[in-house]
């Protein structure tokens, strides 16, 4: 099946840090990357869904400016976190969508990051 | 905006006990995805149902669609403690684009052996 990786796995920072997380693709092509956040024990968070080569469109009260995207590839996302504060500190994963008939996301495992 | 909601939030059952847990949507969707994550790890791909009424089996699990494409419902018939975790649906508008997912809150699941 479908592989997605997410690195790093494992992030702690310090409050102002910019942290980059990475997600790709690793048997197919992501035409769509979807970036989700998750609070422990609630459910996953739309933040931001990018486009290989275009703008990533952001949700209601995601700041871009904050949370930037770069999606440079088929296979690979970039999610950065600029100044990180600690209430930035969550469980972020990323999904990618092949764009097969079924367009079903596959997620990577996630990268949960700490900001002290 | 759209809103999947889902209930119940915890279920707690004995071990060959069923269980279910239903899925609603504020609007039509396009399609309704499941997912199972299990502690400490990511969501996991179950099933995607597309059609109006549509009902799919894998092993024990059930998983249906309503008719008006609203709401859906997943159900395991004699949980083992293989199934623990939590079990989100995900449901995809029904107005194009590439719309990621909407996810309902999940029903963590307890087994009790």
């Known amino acids: 099946g479908a592989v997605v990786s997410q690195h790093p796995s494992r992030v702690i920072c310090k409050s102002g840090t910019s942290v980059k997380i990475e997600c790709r693709s690793l048997d197919f092509q992501a035409t769509t990357m979807f970036w989700y956040r998750q609070f422990p024990k609630q459910s996953l968070m739309l933040m931001a869904t990018?486009?290989?080569?275009?703008?990533?469109?952001?949700e209601q009260g995601v700041e871009k400016d904050k949370f930037l995207i770069n999606h440079a590839s088929l296979t690979l996302s970039t999610l950065t976190v600029t100044s990180a504060h600690p209430e930035d500190s969550s469980f972020y994963i990323c999904?990618?969508?092949?764009?097969?008939?079924?367009?079903?996301?596959?997620f990577g495992p996630g990268t949960r990051l700490l900001v002290l | 905006g759209q809103q999947v909601m889902q209930i119940p939030q915890y279920q707690h059952v004995q071990e060959g006990e069923d269980f279910t847990t239903y899925c609603n949507s504020s609007?039509?969707?396009?399609?309704i995805q499941w997912y199972k994550q299990r502690p400490g790890g990511h969501p996991v791909f179950l099933i995607q149902?597309?059609?109006?009424?549509e009902v799919k089996k894998q092993k024990r699990l059930t998983f249906q669609f309503g008719e008006a494409k609203k709401n859906s419902s997943l159900h395991i018939t004699a949980t083992q403690t293989t199934d623990v975790g939590t079990y989100f649906c995900?449901?995809?508008?029904?107005?194009?684009?590439?719309?990621?997912?909407?996810f309902g809150k999940g029903t963590h699941l307890i087994i009790q052996p």
């Open positions: 999904s990618a969508r092949g764009g097969g008939p079924l367009e079903t996301q596959y």
């Open positions: 995900a449901g995809r508008g029904s107005g194009g684009g590439a719309d990621g997912l909407t």
């Open positions: 609007t039509t969707l396009s399609n």
């Open positions: 149902l597309v059609k109006s009424g």
């Open positions: 990018s486009n290989e080569g275009s703008k990533a469109t952001y």
